[in-house]
Every structure is written in C-alpha cells, then in structure tokens.
C-alpha cells in the first residue's frame, strides 16, 4: 500500500505568502480602479461646472450696453447702458496696478423700456433694476442675485444681494480675473485709434491735445477678457484653469464732455 505524504509545513508557508502577494496584487488593482474612476467623474464634474459658469457669465456680460432706444433714426450717445455707472465698471484690482480686476458690474436694457431702472430704495422696484454683475469671493464665483445690484460700484455688500452660481461642496474657484486691455478706443473726430479703453486713452493724455479732447466723439471697441481657475474640494491634484474672450456686441459711443 503506497503511503500519502502531506505538505510539508515550508510548503504551506510559500503557498500562503504566494496567495498573499496575489491577494495583495488584485487588492492594489481594485483599489486604482476604484480611485482613477472617482478622479475621472471629479474631473468630468469640474470640467462640467467650470465650462457652464464661464458660458454663462460669457453670455451674459456679452449683452452689455444694450439698448431697447437704439431705432432708426436715434442717437447711440443717448445709451445710458454705455454711460457713467451704467458702462462696464471693473471692480477690486487683483494687486495695486493691476489689470486683471475679480468683480465685474454692467447694464443693459433687460425690459426694453430705453430707460435704465435703477433701485431708488423705495422697496417697490427692486425687481427691476438693470445693473448687474459676477464677482470672485471665498473661493466661489457669485452673480446679482435676480436684480440687485446697485449703481455704487461696490462689490463687497454681504446684504443678500450675492448668490454663488456653483456648488461650493464640490467645487472650490481659486482663481477669477477679468481685463479690459485688449479693448480699443476710436477718435473718431480725429481718426485717431488707442489701444485699450477710452478712459485710459483720455486719461494718459493729461491735457495734452490729440487724444480725446473735448468735444471729440469717441467709439469703444470692448473687450473682456475672463480667466477662471477651479479644482475639486479636498483634492488639489483635479484642477482646471479656462479662459474666454467676451466681445461686447454694443459699442460704447460718446463724446467727451
């Protein structure tokens, strides 16, 4: 009768560090999978987030300055849209001098009545003020909440007016900038063109004849320019940086006082 032998205690051993190992492998496999699927949808939701924010604000700053009173036989310095308070206003410098601002406020004629509401504080027609607005604040992008932002200028009021337009508890904005500086300006008394805005065309003129002087009618070609940076909350390795170019349908016309 042949005798069976078992295995021998160093075999046991080898097998189970070797099914160890493969345990190990498998473990470390899923666990990628599991991890590089997670960082995909976090990615696809900032790309998605990061894409419909800039859309939106693109969208809408592009319909700065228009004007239900632009018909036959109006004149376009009459648009109070592109005039005073009521032209694209960049708020809050990043650093002192600088070109890149993190708020912006403009207008346009959203109820086509020509004239531009602006609230009086008489509590009767908030809802149809025409001034309005995005701005970069706590690590989050926040537009006029319905029609409330003012004539001021003022970026910083916490009165409610501020709502934020992505989900703070996934999406952190690290970044928001806007620029002017590739905006032109057009002397059109004078045919002479300047690059950036009027108003720093007028004011790097200091006095000097043959900028903008006065009574010079002037066209402004406006530009803004948007960079917006943002990542996933908690994990700083899925981030996004975009940036968008606004081409302003209704130049700013007018002439200088």
């Known amino acids: ?30 666990i990628a999978t599991i991890k590089g699927s997670s960082d995909t949808v976090k990615s696809a939701r900032l790309n998605y987030d990061l894409d419909m924010a800039m859309q939106f604000m693109v969208n809408d700053i592009r319909r700065s300055g228009y004007w239900g009173g632009a018909v036959t036989g109006s004149t376009a310095a009459d648009n109070p849209f592109i005039d005073g308070t009521g032209n694209i206003q960049l708020v809050d410098p990043v650093t002192a001098g600088s070109t890149e601002f993190t708020c ?18 008489s509590g009767t027609n908030e809802d149809t003020n025409e001034f309005y607005g995005f701005k970069f604040d706590s690590g989050a992008i926040k537009i006029s909440s319905a029609n409330t932002v003012d004539d001021t200028g003022d970026c910083t009021k916490t009165d409610g007016r501020w709502a934020n337009i ?19 300006c057009l002397n059109t008394t004078t045919d002479e063109v300047f690059p950036g805005t009027c108003a720093a065309a007028i004011a790097a003129a200091g006095g000097v004849t043959g900028k903008i002087s006065s009574g010079d009618q002037a066209v402004e070609n406006r530009q803004i320019d ?17 940036t968008a170019i606004v081409k302003v349908r209704n130049n700013r016309i007018f002439v200088q006082p």
């Open 1 to 30: 009768m042949k005798k069976n032998d078992g295995f021998t205690l160093i075999e046991i051993m080898i097998a189970l560090v070797l099914g160890l190992i493969i345990i190990g492998a498998t473990l470390n496999i899923y």
């Open 104 to 121: 912006i406020l403009y207008t346009y004629d959203a109820d086509g009545d020509v004239a531009l509401d602006i609230d009086d504080g």
């Open 166 to 184: 992505l989900d703070s508890d996934n999406i952190q904005v690290t970044a928001l900038t806007f620029t002017a500086t590739n905006s032109k």
């Open 226 to 242: 948007i960079s917006l940076t943002g990542r996933v909350i908690n994990d700083t390795t899925v981030e996004k940086t975009l």
